[in-house]
């Protein structure tokens, strides 16, 4: 059990709360289904009292939510134009929901959300999926023009074409990946330089003085992880808005 | 004890066999593979995910987004409808400024045009009192004139009196008896011819 202590992979585990098996899949209410609700509490929570006084002139609270709101609202109409508005609450939720996931989860002993793959990869596939959707349904096949840009000779069409599609493919990979292997990396850093530390302070007077090093580095390490929960959060609304961009005016 | 994450992976199946061998399944599930890349959990995570992600993306939309917007709209609203007021009373200043300044430079010709007029009348009434004096000096000038010639032609009259009166004496005292007094003014007018 020592060895749990320090194992940097530990805090990724998930162990169900509540067992639960439906048509012979394990849909067990885990602690990762336990921190997707805390974070959507938070999130609901932190939104809708702060603004529940509706004042003219905001109290901080207020303007957070405001700035939020204003924050995503403006990113997407940069991005998407005025049309692109129609997607404000799906691209808001999920730049609300990466954001409050990532920051619950530097908390210690607390699980991160989005350090598990299959969660962004599953939120990026909202994503795509309500691209290629709207795509198709509102420009028929004229949404294919996303793959073959403007101004291309002919002889390079194929090659550009296979690169557009494969280009297009990728995005929810590297859309979930980015988010997860952020959120992965930078706990795993986290813990490995906190484990140094316990290890270090157990070997006496030298191991205390010495734990100093990779204690300092733990103290950095989690102001940079804010940076990136915030980061994040932005770089997948943006790309969001971007991507929705494309389902807006595929021909570019 | 300093134990590197490649001792605590090595550790960790062994730590599983041994539970294993006790009679609990789960944690060997748990400790065999990297947890994020662990498919057994997939179908939870998917379907807790999007519950609370649905939920979440229900009251937001329902819920928080009009409340904001709106909270931002009014906001902006009375900023416009603010600085409208303020423009409206700017201008208002500036046609009060401008009516003033209006009355102003009217007051300031009344008040040269009556200058004017006074100063006008009081030179017309300086130039009549004065040619209404040159008038009487002229007049008194004539009047003394006349009484200077009067007088002058008083006493030339009175010249040939005195002259005629000598005149009888000096031929009385001369010649003696009595003289003839048409006579000597005869001689006296043809004499002071």
């Known amino acids: ?252 | 004890m300093f134990v590197t994450s490649a001792f605590a992976q090595e550790a960790a199946p062994a730590a599983a066999e041994g539970e294993t061998h006790a009679g609990t399944a789960v944690p060997a599930e748990e400790h065999g593979t990297f947890p994020p890349f662990n498919a057994e959990t997939f179908p939870s995570q998917i379907l807790w995910l999007v519950i609370t992600f649905g939920l979440f993306y229900l009251f937001l939309k329902r819920v928080v987004m009009p409340r904001v917007g709106a909270i931002i709209d009014v906001r902006n609203d009375r900023i416009t409808q603010d600085l409208d007021h303020a423009a409206r009373l700017k201008g208002e200043a500036d046609a009060a400024v401008a009516a003033y300044e209006q009355e102003l430079a009217e007051a300031k010709a009344n008040a040269n045009k009556i200058g004017q007029q006074a100063s006008d009348a009081a030179k017309s009434e300086a130039e009549s009192t004065r040619k209404k004096l040159e008038a009487e000096l002229e007049k008194k000038l004539g009047e003394a004139e006349a009484s200077i010639a009067s007088i002058k032609a008083k006493a030339m009259k009175e010249v040939g009196t005195i002259a005629e009166d000598t005149t009888s004496a000096i031929v009385e005292a001369l010649v003696g008896g009595k003289t003839d007094k048409a006579e000597i003014s005869a001689a006296v007018k043809s004499a002071a011819r």
């Open chain 1, 1 to 252: 059990m020592a060895a749990d202590k320090v194992d940097p992979i530990h805090q990724f585990q998930i162990h169900p709360i509540i067992p639960l098996h439906i048509g012979g899949y394990d849909v067990s209410f885990t602690n990762s289904a336990l921190f997707m609700v805390v974070t959507v509490i938070v999130a609901s929570a932190f939104l809708y009292m702060s603004t529940a006084s509706r004042s003219l002139i905001p109290g901080r609270l207020q303007s957070m939510s405001e700035m939020a709101y204003e924050f995503v609202g403006n990113m997407l109409r940069d991005a998407a134009g005025k049309q692109g508005m129609q997607f404000f609450p799906l691209v808001f939720s999920l730049f609300m929901f990466v954001l409050v996931a990532n920051l619950i989860g530097l908390f210690p002993y607390f699980f991160t959300v989005t350090s598990h793959i299959i969660v962004t990869f599953t939120l990026a596939a909202l994503v795509i999926g309500t691209v290629v959707v709207y795509g198709f349904a509102k420009h028929g096949f004229g949404f294919l023009k996303l793959f073959v840009p403007h101004g291309v000779p002919g002889y390079l069409m194929p090659l550009v074409v296979a690169i557009e599609v494969i280009s297009f493919v990728s995005r929810p990979v590297s859309l979930s990946v980015r988010l997860f292997a952020n959120m992965l990396a930078g706990h795993i850093t986290l813990k490995v330089f906190s484990g140094f530390v316990v290890s270090l302070s157990a070997l006496g007077a030298v191991g205390i003085a010495g734990s100093i090093l990779p204690l300092a580095m733990a103290v950095a390490l989690t102001a940079l992880e804010l940076l990136v929960a915030f980061l994040q959060a932005y770089v997948f609304a943006v790309l969001t808005c971007m991507y929705l961009n494309d389902a807006l005016h595929p021909s570019h």
